[in-house]
């Protein structure tokens, strides 16, 4: 059974950094392409951050672009979000979510219960 | 990078068909062949429905179809039932490792 399980979410004040993790098994993690999708409370959906099988390619939206950096080790079944300059606009919980391949033009076919990341004074 | 436009809220009666749409741009959804569409129930994590316009998963029911033309791609659920009341997000490839979701459809079945 896939299972995706996201830490490393909570409270941190503007400006701050974060670093969520991602912890995945029931699959061979190093076959697929990954994302981060967040989503703001009583909000939509918003796709963050995407990189493929072995972390050659990587895509962030906009909103994100410059100030968050995905990466995963798959020695370790891993994928991380290092999200630095956070905003108040950065508060949402953040879901892992796995591809149907390994590049990064995949549909997200699995995803984790999320973790919660509150940008706050 | 804009989000997808959806309607804010569809509703139909059990048995019914709706039809849900989702417009994207010639960056998008005109230029991929990669719309995917996730359920969303309350306190749940997504689940994907539709993937590369019209495919769905083992396990999905045939109750859901997709379809796309031009820049605006399309969910189609019939005999809706009480279950399929959630909230709908429609996804598009938007090049470049990219990728925007619509602002998303709440479906109330009556």
Known sequence: EVQLVESGGGVVRPGGSLRLSCAASGFTFGDYGMSWVRQAPGKGLEWVSGINWNGGSTGYADSVKGRFTISRDNAKNSLFLQMNSLRAEDTALYYCARGSCSSTSCPLRHWGQGTLVTVSS | ?110
């Open chain 2, 1 to 110: 990078q804009s989000a997808l436009t959806q309607p804010a809220s569809v509703s139909g009666s059990p048995g019914q068909s709706i039809t849900i749409s989702c417009t994207g741009t010639s960056s998008d959804v005109g230029s991929y062949n990669l719309v995917s569409w996730y359920q969303q129930h309350p306190g749940k994590a997504p689940k994907l429905m539709i993937y590369e316009g019209s495919q769905r998963p083992s396990g999905v029911s045939n109750r859901f179809s997709g379809s796309k033309s031009g820049n605006t791609a399309s969910l189609t659920i019939s005999g809706l039932q009480t279950e399929d009341e959630a909230d709908y997000y429609c996804c598009s490839y938007a090049g470049g490792s990219t990728w925007v979701f619509g602002g998303g459809t709440k479906l109330t079945v009556l």
